[in-house]
T-cell receptor, first 110, second 113 residues
Framework: DAKTTQPPSMDCAEGRAANLPCNHSTISGNEYVYWYRQIHSQGPQYIIHGLKNNETNEMASLIITEDRKSSTLILPHATLRDTAVYYCIGSGGSNYKLTFGKGTLLTVNP | KAGVTQTPRYLIKTRGQQVTLSCSPISGHRSVSWYQQTPGQGLQFLFEYFSETQRNKGNFPGRFSGRQFSNSRSEMNVSTLELGDSALYLC????????????FGSGTRLTVV
């Protein structure tokens, strides 16, 4: 699995966009970039994943650089309920596992 | 639709005992994975099953085992419990075909005393 690097913590004002970066310079061609988040004491929640193209769903947007060495998760209008640890994971479809790092603690402030 | 269900939610066991945790995946999902979460080690992959076959296994001692039944429900077993096995055990399910997102349950909080 690709090694990912994320800042340990970030702050964001409520209502503003939260942009969470992730470096995954060792990602291989068949590995997807996954984003999950975990609110204290709950199971991780799937947010989005992508391979090469940018992706958007009802929760967030995922921007992957052309060389695939980094990506950014965008929460367009952060709310207090978005306060959580966000994990960026590089994983191949045939690995059937997720390798979690330490993630980024995003704190959304009122 | 119903999410991933893990039972029990909380469990207290004594060192040396064994424990069995249960996971019911989302209907139609054939892949079930197990993870251990501790404050020191974070989230670590235990194993993954698809159609009753283990496809991948993490770096845990043989005391940790699992299985999957024909209805995709899964159990994991930990024998000869140690204090260090105290953790949140999470189960995740997915359709199992290639790059799918995993849906996690709320976990079982195991405390070994």
């Amino acid at each position: 699995d690709a090694k990912t690097t994320q800042p340990p913590s970030m702050d964001c004002a409520e209502g503003r966009a939260a942009n969470l970066p992730c470096n995954h310079s060792t990602i291989s061609g068949n590995e997807y970039v996954y984003w999950y988040r975990q609110i204290h004491s709950q199971g991780p929640q799937y947010i989005i994943h992508g391979l090469k193209n940018n992706e958007t769903n009802e929760m967030a947007s995922l921007i992957i650089t052309e060389d695939r060495k980094s990506s950014t998760l965008i929460l367009p209008h952060a709310t207090l309920r978005d306060t959580a640890v966000y994990y960026c994971i590089g994983s191949g479809g045939s690995n059937y596992k997720l390798t979690f790092g330490k993630g980024t603690l995003l704190t959304v402030n009122p | 639709k119903a999410g991933v269900t893990q039972t029990p939610r909380y469990l207290i066991k004594t060192r040396g005992q064994q424990v069995t945790l249960s996971c019911s995946p989302i209907s139609g999902h054939r892949s079930v994975s197990w993870y251990q979460q501790t404050p020191g080690q974070g989230l670590q992959f235990l194993f993954e099953y698809f159609s009753e076959t283990q496809r991948n296994k993490g770096n845990f001692p043989g005391r940790f085992s699992g299985r999957q039944f024909s209805n995709s429900r899964s159990e994991m077993n930990v024998s000869t419990l140690e204090l260090g096995d105290s953790a949140l055990y999470l189960c995740a399910s997915s359709p199992g075909q290639g790059a799918d997102g995993y849906t996690f349950g709320s976990g079982t909080r195991l405390t070994v005393v």
